[in-house]
Structure formats: structure tokens, C-alpha cells
């Protein structure tokens, strides 16, 4: 008697042992926890992070290689995900492409048809993602990067990245959780041109800059999960579900949710260095305004102050602490562009109350200088406290705007503010920046090129 098809090598899956939903966007975490910080709902996301940038060696114009490029790459992340479950006790792994990739890849007449384009003010018809710039406090040898993709890999296991990145970038036999990696190796696709690692939470800040001798590093709070010693995964101050795609809030991009890129988003990438002695030589009060707002009067063991959307603060008020108290927050600088200005309804039809953030952070830290591996850039072994960061939005011209005004240029000449009063930007150095895609999950793999 002969059974019904069967998939027998299906039967033993472990990856199945505990199963989450696949999201459509690549950025929403599923099965990350919130933890409560006296009051204050703070996310627990991954401890270990790590960025590959490469260049693509498809020939430009061979549409053949490329769609078996993207059968190749969609083929190593399925066998990826067997072996280490989306989740943060397996892995998150986020693909972006540079505009690079669509001029050298993709024919015009497609990506016109379908790149969201912005609907701001200025910027009508431009795609939606564009080159990233300077801003005018960038120092004069920031590099403007140009990369063709970007993988952005997260666990809670630092063993579960390593492992992966070997995988998928180096020659030879290669175990993905013990298991031999089969169909997994893309090294002849790319050509890695950086690597980045870094951690977010558990205490580690202060733990690595101690160990590195970092300047300041024994003033970072034993508690603190970034190197400036506030909480960055406050679940109020990051977008929740698909708030940062380009077609969920109107008013910044075409996109419709029923288009090729919707679930997608502009990301931002950046490295930049903290100068931490500096940031450390003032007081708590001082560093507590220069972050949030002058009229925040937590203690120094609150290191999670509430970020819910009645705190918000949008131009009026941030116009009166200029004025009262000569200090605005870096919080205070950007949030009337990052958090809805009045009761608001999503695409989606989700309703949203005024000051619901809709730009969402993915940044880490980092004690390299600047990077772990580069092709290009000279690699300093002397630690140094740094984030790479990591943004979305519906539109780098989104991005443009709230990065100026964290520079805080018109507030300091129309108040008269000295630098170190306007935000943290006189404590930070912007070594590299590059504006992406991050497609939704289900075009990952090389957007657009089954459409060739």
C-alpha cells in the first residue's frame, strides 16, 4: 500500500517548536518582551546586533543572474530561519538595499512604476528614499556611504550572528546550530564591504567601556543600556506595529496598501561617536534636560523617564523652554515631526492619539572605531563608545527634516542658545551615513527583479 505524499524530511522541525507570525514588514519584532521600569513599559530587544555591508556582483543588466540571485538569497534565509527561528532566541534578519542597487539593478521605467514617491511640501515626486546629505554640524570627514545592501542580524545569542554571518559569507563547510549549512553560502553574490557589531541593554555600556578604557566609562550608570545612560526601548517612544512604513501615515508618501514597497520603509544608517567624558562632565539635571526637556525632574536612579504620548512636546512648548529656561531637550527638538500632532487615522484605519510616535529606532551600541572590518576605512583598535544607528520612517525627506532639527541651528540663533544647550549634538561625531530601503518581508530578497 503506498501513502499520499508525505514530506517525511519535514516531520522532526524544530523550527516549529515555537511558532511567530511572520509580520509584513521586515522591522517589527515578534516575541520581543516589555519589562515594567517603575511605571514606564521599556521593550527588552536583542542584546547582540551586527551589520554586513557588501556590494552586489550581479552584472547590471543580466536579468537572468539576477532573479537567480534572488531565488539563492530567498533560499539561505529560509534555511536560516529553520535553523534559528524568528524570534529573539533565534534571530532577526532585516535586508536593505542602497539606491545603488535600484540605478544599477532594476530598469528606471520599473522602479518609477513602483518606488513610493514623497508627498512633503518641496519634495513632491521624489523618491521616497533619496541620497542621505551633510548637515551643518556633520564634521568635514563624514563619510556619504554608498553601499548595495545591508544585513542587519539581532539575537539574544551573539553565537546565533557569528554562525550565520559565516554561513552566508564564507567559503567552505559552515554549522547553523550544529547543522550543516547546505544551501546558505552567498559569498560569490556580495562582496562585504563593512562589518558592525554591537549590544543593546543588560549593563553592557559600562561594562565594555571599563573594559576598553574609555574616558567617562565609570560615570555610565551600571543599569543604563545605552552609553548616554537613558533607555532607548521605551515601548511610547518607538512606533508599534507597522507605524513606520511608507503608506501608514498619510501625508508623507503615495504608497497604498495594497502597493509592491507597502510594509517597507526609509531607513537611516548611520555610526556616530559619543564623546562620553564630555557628556559625563555635566550633572544629572543637566544631562536629564539636554535629553528630554528642561521641566523633567526625575531622580538619577530613573533611567527610564515616561515617554507616553501626554508627554510630548511640540513647538509651542518647545519654543517656551528655549525662552524660559535657555535649554531644549533633544527629545523636545524632534518630536512634533516624530509623533502625530493631533488625533490621527492610519492607513489601515488604526486609530491614534496626538503624540503617538511613528518613527521607530533599531540603534545600538558600539565600542568600535568606527567599524569592525571596512575595505576603505582605517580601522582604529583603540575603543571607542559610539551607536550605529539605525531609523525608520515613511521618507528619508521625513528623516532630513527631524535630523536638522536635532542640529538645532534656528533654535540657537533665534534664542541665542549656546551649542551645548540645544540637544546633544556638540557630544556627538557623525563618522558615516547612508539613507536604504528596507522592503517589506515578502520582497527581502532582491525587490523588484521578478518583476524583469
Known sequence: MTTTEFDWTGVIDYSKRTVLEPPKTQYELPGVTTEDHLGVPAAVVPLWHAVVTARINVPAGDHAALA????????????????????????????????????????????????PKSTMAGTEGQWAVVDSIRFEKDPEDLVLEQH??????????????????????????????GIPAERVYLGDLFTVTTTRYGFAGHGMPRIMAQRMGIPGADDVPAGAMLFMGFTSSHVHGLAQGNLASFETIPGYTDCGVDDYFAGGTSMHLSHIAINLDQWYAMGHKDRLHRMFNSRRNEEPDVLSPDQSPATSTFEEQRDKDAEGSGVVGHNAQMQFLSRVKEDTT????????????????????????????????????????????????????????M??????????????LPEENAGFTKFLVTTHRQNMVLPPRAHRSFPLAELL
Open 148 to 177: 548595495d545592501i545591508a544585513f542587519h542580524l539581532k539575537s539574544d545569542y551573539k553565537d546565533h550572528i557569528d554562525r550565520v554571518i559565516d554561513a552566508l559569507f564564507s567559503p567552505g563547510e559552515q554549522l547553523l546550530n
Open 403 to 416: 535630523r536638522k532639527e536635532m542640529d538645532g541651528m534656528d533654535l540657537q540663533k533665534r534664542y541665542n
Open 346 to 401: 492610519t492607513a489601515y484605519g488604526e486609530k491614534l492619539e496626538k503624540g503617538t510616535v511613528f518613527f521607530l529606532r533599531q540603534d545600538f551600541d558600539t565600542v568600535e572605531n568606527p567599524f569592525r572590518f571596512s575595505t576603505t576605512d582605517r580601522i582604529d583598535s583603540r575603543g571607542r563608545a559610539g551607536v550605529h544607528f539605525i531609523g525608520f520612517g515613511p521618507s528619508a525627506q521625513h528623516f532630513e527634516k
Open 68 to 115: 537567480e540571485a534572488q531565488r539563492r538569497l530567498n533560499t539561505a534565509l529560509e534555511e536560516v530561519e529553520r535553523a534559528y527561528p524568528l524570534g529573539p532566541t533565534g534571530l532577526f534578519a532585516q535586508i536593505s538595499y542602497g539606491l545603488s542597487y535600484f540605478h544599477d539593478h532594476i530598469p528606471s521605467k520599473l522602479t518609477d512604476e513602483h518606488m
